[in-house]
């Protein structure tokens, strides 16, 4: 695709509801971050994918998150049980090769929990 | 320490005038540094790169690194009212080669 695209750009959960961010990178691009961003703050690493290993989950919060990217494109975050804690919006970037720091990011996924 | 520093701001600025904006970060060892801006709303895009140090210029932006003092800063020349943003600073720290931190932004109004 012609930009990572991000689905869905909204989600409302009740608290203990489990929740699924998608997010489908540009075509060909190895490398995948996870980020959160709170209000104000700026994005906080989650996890990083080269192709479909995860070489790095140090970010995620706690056991409840979960990230995937079975054939090294499309990844998956999931959230177990949420908490209003995890409110906040969800960034996913990709980059072309390994690391360089040169990443595209998506339009962010706003997760809501009351 | 975080690993790495921004002022929040607001930091504002005349239009025509020159707005600086600074960064500190605690990994001696990083070699790879970047400016993203972020508008209100919206997500972060790439404006530099710097990897060396000295400056790094490109159109009305400038990057300046240095190493010794784990120091970043941007400059923005002529700063025009579409420049108000938040700049994040971002590193690619050397002893994880995939983690790629951000500072929590400097938030710039440019005032016309």
């Known amino acids: 695709g012609a930009g990572v695209s991000q689905s869905p750009r909204y989600k409302v959960a009740k608290r203990g509801q489990d929740v699924a961010l998608r997010c489908d990178p540009i075509?060909?691009?190895?490398?995948l971050f996870w980020y959160q961003q709170a209000l104000g703050q700026g994005p906080e690493f989650l996890t990083y994918?080269?192709?479909?290993?995860?070489?790095?989950k140090s970010g995620l919060p706690s056991d409840r998150f979960f990230a995937e990217r079975p054939e090294g494109s499309v990844s998956t975050l999931k959230i177990q049980r949420t908490q209003q804690e995890d409110s906040a919006v969800y960034l996913c970037?990709?980059?072309?090769?390994?690391?360089?720091?040169?990443?595209?990011f998506g339009e962010g996924s706003r997760l809501t929990v009351l | 320490q975080k690993e790495v520093e921004q002022n929040s701001g607001p930091l504002s600025v005349p239009e025509g005038a020159i707005a600086s904006l600074n960064c500190t970060y605690s990994?001696?060892?990083?070699?790879?540094f970047f400016w993203y801006r972020q508008y209100s709303g919206k997500s972060p895009e790439l404006i530099m790169s710097?990897?060396?140090?000295g400056d790094k210029e490109d159109g009305r932006f400038t990057a300046q690194l240095n190493k010794a003092s784990q120091y970043v800063s941007l400059l923005i020349r002529d700063s025009q009212p579409s420049d108000s943003a938040t700049y994040l600073c971002a590193v690619l720290l050397y002893s994880s080669a995939s983690k790629i931190i951000f500072g929590s932004g400097t938030r710039l109004s440019i005032r016309p």
């Open positions: 994918f080269q192709n479909e290993a995860q070489l790095d």
């Open positions: 075509s060909g691009h190895v490398s």
């Open positions: 710097i990897y060396s140090n």
């Open positions: 990994d001696r060892v990083s070699q790879s």
């Open positions: 970037a990709s980059s072309k090769d390994r690391v360089t720091g040169e990443l595209f």
